[in-house]
């Protein structure tokens, strides 16, 4: 595990209604679903930064969704958006991880354990931060280096 930075790490997986939110031990081996916060009522970046804080967190991991096609969408602004304001109220390293596919295998994941796409809505998001985070993981493990993109708070 040459060059793994310990420390407990949040993942994010950004949605118009709901964020999940997972995390990982201070080791580093395994990701693990923690909440799902409701976009709508009272204030989604507080709590995350308020997980962060319970957690002892040393990162923050964002999912950015980017278009199959490699293009950028209202939803990767969205994901920035929600980045940059984690950032500037945490003080906690933030980094966005190029999500695609992690909804779709975080549902691929729940229908084979037998839940039904309606029956997992509730938790789905939770699902989707686990996989981004552990892929996170698995590149720094592999590379040596923290995957994805820093994000720089605004001044």
Not at 7 to 15: E, F
Not at 28 to 51: F, H, Q
């Amino acid at each position: 595990m040459s060059g793994f930075r310990p420390g407990v790490r949040l993942g994010i997986d950004v949605g118009t209604a709901r964020v999940g939110v997972s995390r990982c031990d201070r080791e580093g081996l395994l990701a693990t679903p923690v909440e799902t916060v409701p976009r709508a009522s009272g204030d989604p970046v507080a709590r995350v930064v308020e997980i962060a804080r319970e957690s002892d967190a040393v990162e923050i991991v964002v999912g950015l969704p980017i278009s199959l096609a490699g293009r950028e969408t209202a939803s990767t602004a969205d994901a920035r958006g929600f980045a940059e304001a984690v950032a500037a109220a945490s003080a906690l390293p933030v980094r966005l991880l190029d999500e695609r596919l992690t909804t779709v295998t975080a549902n691929d994941a729940l229908r084979r354990s037998g839940r039904s796409q309606r029956g997992s809505r509730s938790i789905v998001d939770q699902v989707a931060a686990v996989v981004l985070l552990q892929q996170a993981l698995d590149v720094e493990k592999r590379t040596g280096l923290p995957a994805g993109q820093p994000v720089l708070p605004e001044e």
